[in-house]
T-cell receptor, first 110, second 119 residues
Framework: EDKVVQSPLSLVVHEGDTVTLNCSYE??????LLWYKQEKKAPTFLFML????IEKKSGRLSSILDKKELSSILNITATQTGDSAIYLC??????????FGGGTRLMVKP | GAGVSQSPSNKVTEKGKDVELRCDPI?????LYWYRQSLGQGLEFLIY????????KSGLPSDRFSAERTGGSVSTLTIQRTQQEDSAVYLC?????????????????FGQGTRLTVV
């Protein structure tokens, strides 16, 4: 059974801090890893990672995949209160099935 | 429409009643997921439809839960004899699975969810 574990479960920081969120996985026939941000009901897509060691970047957010360690990190630099959300990691297997982790709840205080 | 549409957006029901939740995926998306999210929790997988294949129902928590996907498009999730622990946000997502096996583009598009409250 595919498994995705995210850490930490929750995190409280102050504006301007840098945070690193972790995602580790066990999946048969890995295809890709995806990161989502969930502020209200619907998660919104952030990144899809398929190749190890290649960083994807969007503004203050960046992510990288390590297939050897079966993990990924999501970095947020110069955090803002608007970054407060649940960050979800999901992995896709060869059958195109997505398995989500439990999420990391980030709170950024002013 | 342009995105995944779910209805109703909110539903309050009495314990013991049946409810039906609807999901309209993005046109052409062959894969459809139902998830449940209780307050403060992560996404709990319920069921997965992929094209004409038999659905993966391994996440359904009890036999009170069932789902259908008619014509490979619209899906309904039915909860019979609702219980208070069924209260949650029910999210639907669809993905476009390409024909080529060497390419992946499995970004999942989520609907806005249905908030179910069982009183």
């Amino acid at each position: 059974e595919d498994k995705v574990v995210q850490s930490p479960l929750s995190l409280v920081v102050h504006e301007g801090d840098t945070v690193t969120l972790n995602c580790s996985y066990e999946v048969t026939n890995f295809r890709s890893l995806l990161w989502y941000k969930q502020e209200k009901k619907a998660p919104t897509f952030l990144f899809m990672l398929t190749s190890s060691g290649i960083e994807k970047k969007s503004g203050r957010l960046s992510s990288i995949l390590d297939k050897k360690e079966l993990s990924s990190i999501l970095n947020i630099t110069a955090t803002q209160t608007g970054d407060s959300a649940i960050y979800l990691c999901a992995v896709e297997d060869a059958g195109n099935m997505l398995t989500f982790g439990g999420g990391t709840r980030l709170m950024v205080k002013p | 429409g342009a995105g995944v549409s779910q209805s109703p957006s909110n539903k309050v029901t009495e314990k013991g009643k049946d409810v039906e939740l609807r999901c309209d995926p993005i046109s052409g998306h062959t894969a459809l997921y139902w998830y449940r999210q209780s307050l403060g929790q992560g996404l709990e997988f319920l069921i997965y439809f992929q094209g004409n294949s038999a659905p993966d129902k391994s996440g359904l928590p009890s036999d009170r839960f069932s789902a259908e996907r008619t014509g490979g498009s619209v899906s309904t999730l039915t909860i019979q004899r609702t219980q208070q622990e069924d209260s949650a946000v029910y999210l639907c997502a669809s993905t476009q699975v390409p024909r080529q096996t060497t390419f992946t583009n499995t970004e999942a598009f989520f609907g806005q969810g249905t908030r179910l409250t069982v009183v």
